[in-house]
């Protein structure tokens, strides 16, 4: 017998753990996910199993290193391996290994079978948030990004794709059997071909769902044919990776995109969708506080919403629990004092993910 641990990381409740979920439908294997659904914390010890398989990203080493040791002291036959799959980052967090692996390798394409969140045991988290809309059903239509950013776990790695029509599927399944309202697309980067968005849009506008582009688009990939094609199919609300305002501290980053490319697309955005958000990083190389304030100001003055997070170097990343955004992030850049930048980040705190949904919880439970 095998079981599988998603680990608590404190934030992203909303979003499933979406690799665990691949390898969980390609074994056919329960899963204890201690991140959606925290409590009872020691539920996991109930299982007895030969395997026991740990989702283990940069933010929950630390996590899955106490469930190790805490499994291993009650049930000291067990083998516990990490999961390792075709997904290797997601929301910014690399996968890491820990000890033995589970290993699933085949490239990220239309083979795999959808996800299958009724084999979490936080499934019902999931279906009832789903059902009343206040989270949206996540998805990953492509993996892998081919540009140079500096900050960012997920540069320079091969684009894999799904077809629009596969993705598609999984949305249609999704609505019939879940009874989703909405759903959100967390790709590393969505848009890197714009006639693959387009065709995306043109098939799922028939799903009636309202959507968003959960993670930052980049500014340079899109345009008005790219913003009447997300509207017409639904979206409603996207974000674009910002990151910096400041051309140097662009090009220090590699950026690949100008001031001029981003506000042109920030501003052909709002035009069309009921929210425009913008990615913005505190403490960049070459950064400091009156330039990444210039931003908040900057967006601000144009019309969008600025979500802050801070900058962790990528070895940092690596090295330990470092989260970029939640209750528990930290400055550790050396751009500008950490007071700074922590007064900035709290200063912010209300334009961060996450405030909505809870703010539509609140709602529906008083409903």
Aim: glycine share 6%; aromatic share 12%.
């Amino acid at each position: 017998m095998m079981l599988f641990i998603n680990p608590p990381a404190g934030v992203n409740q909303e979003i499933p753990n979406i690799g665990l979920a691949y390898a969980a439908t390609h074994f056919q294997t329960r899963v204890v996910d201690l991140n959606t659904r925290p409590r009872p914390a020691g539920r996991f010890l109930r299982h007895r199993a030969e395997v026991i398989g740990i989702s283990v990203q940069s933010r929950t080493i630390s996590q899955a290193r106490r469930i190790q040791s805490l499994y291993l002291k009650k049930h000291p036959s067990a083998r516990v391996k990490s999961i390792c799959g075709f997904l290797d980052i997601q929301c910014c967090y690399p996968y890491l290994a820990l000890g033995e692996k589970i290993e699933y390798t085949e490239p990220f394409s239309d083979l795999y079978p959808f996800p299958d969140y009724e084999l979490f045991d936080s499934f019902p988290v999931f279906a009832r948030r789903w059902r009343q809309g206040v989270w949206s059903y996540a998805i990953m239509t492509s993996q892998g990004c081919p540009f140079q950013c500096t900050y960012c776990m997920s540069r320079n790695r091969r684009w894999f794709t799904r077809s629009p029509e596969n993705c598609f599927q999984e949305l249609k399944q999704a609505r019939d059997r879940w009874g989703i309202k909405s759903f959100t697309v967390v790709d590393d980067c969505f848009n890197v071909d714009r006639n693959r968005v387009v065709e995306f849009c043109r098939l799922i506008g028939d799903l009636k769902l309202n959507w968003s582009c959960g993670n930052g688009l980049r500014a340079d990939r899109f345009d008005e044919t790219v913003a009447r094609a997300l509207v017409s199919s639904g979206c409603r609300h996207i974000s674009f990776g910002i990151e910096s305002i400041d051309p140097e501290v662009l090009k220090t980053v590699r950026k690949g995109e100008t001031f001029e490319e981003i506000e042109k697309a920030a501003l052909i955005a709002r035009k069309h969708f009921d929210s425009v958000n913008g990615f913005f990083i505190i403490g960049l190389p070459g950064s400091s506080y009156q330039k990444d304030l210039a931003g908040l100001e900057w967006a601000r003055r144009i019309g969008i919403n600025a979500h802050f997070s801070y900058y962790v170097p990528s070895e940092q990343t690596l090295q330990s629990d470092l989260v970029f955004y939640g209750k528990n992030a930290r400055p550790v850049s050396d751009a500008y004092s950490k007071k700074e930048q922590a007064d900035l980040y709290r200063l912010t705190a209300a334009m961060r993910p996450g405030r909505i949904n809870n703010w539509l919880e609140r709602l529906v439970k008083r409903s």
